[in-house]
């Protein structure tokens, strides 16, 4: 059991064991445990005292806080022992919605191309120089992997992309040698339609 989660059952205990409601738990033990012991810190001497000797007799008897929360009847057992529900886990965001958060914090001097893109589909970023852009390339944890080039669309913009795996061309031998077809003039074939004319 945590340490604000026992403080806030104990006191709880105390409030229970002398008649009074414990104030509604909140969303965490410890918050719960500060509102239950400011209840607390506004008791009389007297009231304060009652409720430590009686509390720390049920616990004794019982075995455990829990158990002597139990004894009392249902309502009030049901509002001192279940917290609110644990707050909201907050929604991973898209891949989208990550990359539109991160080009907020972009310069406008640097804009998302309006055309060339990265691996995802997302726009690459735009350098106004290439020095600027070779800059920036040196500051990168994979920049023996990054070119800079200039952008086909945009003039004066420049950006940063990987080199292929790809990009040394295997050996070439007679076995791997195919003829060059050109795209316009491909060689016609019978269209076989399955036995149907």
């Not at 990009?167 to 060689?187: E, F, W, Y």
């Amino acid at each position: 059991m945590t340490p604000g989660k026992e403080v806030a059952r104990r006191l709880a205990l105390y409030l229970i064991s002398i008649g009074l409601s414990p104030v509604p738990a909140a969303s965490s033990y410890k918050r719960w445990g500060a509102a239950l012991q400011i209840q607390y810190n506004t008791l009389g001497v007297d009231q304060r005292r009652l409720a430590r000797r009686t509390g720390r007799r049920l616990t004794r008897e019982f075995g455990s806080i829990a158990k002597a929360i139990a004894s009392f009847p249902s309502q009030i057992v049901e509002r001192t022992l279940v917290a609110n529900p644990r707050p909201a886990v907050p929604r991973t965001m898209t891949r989208q919605e990550q990359f539109l958060r991160k080009i907020r914090n972009w310069s406008s001097l640097t804009p998302p191309c309006p055309s060339c893109r990265m691996g995802g589909g997302f726009p690459k970023r735009s350098w106004p120089s290439r020095e600027w852009a070779e800059e920036v390339r040196g500051r990168q944890h994979d920049r023996n992997t990054l070119r800079v080039f200039k952008c086909p669309v945009q003039p004066g913009f420049w950006h940063l992309g990987h080199v292929g795996r790809h990009a040394a061309s295997p050996p070439t031998t007679k076995d791997n040698l195919l003829p060059a077809i050109s795209p316009g003039k491909c060689p016609s074939v019978a269209f076989e339609t399955g036995g149907q004319a």
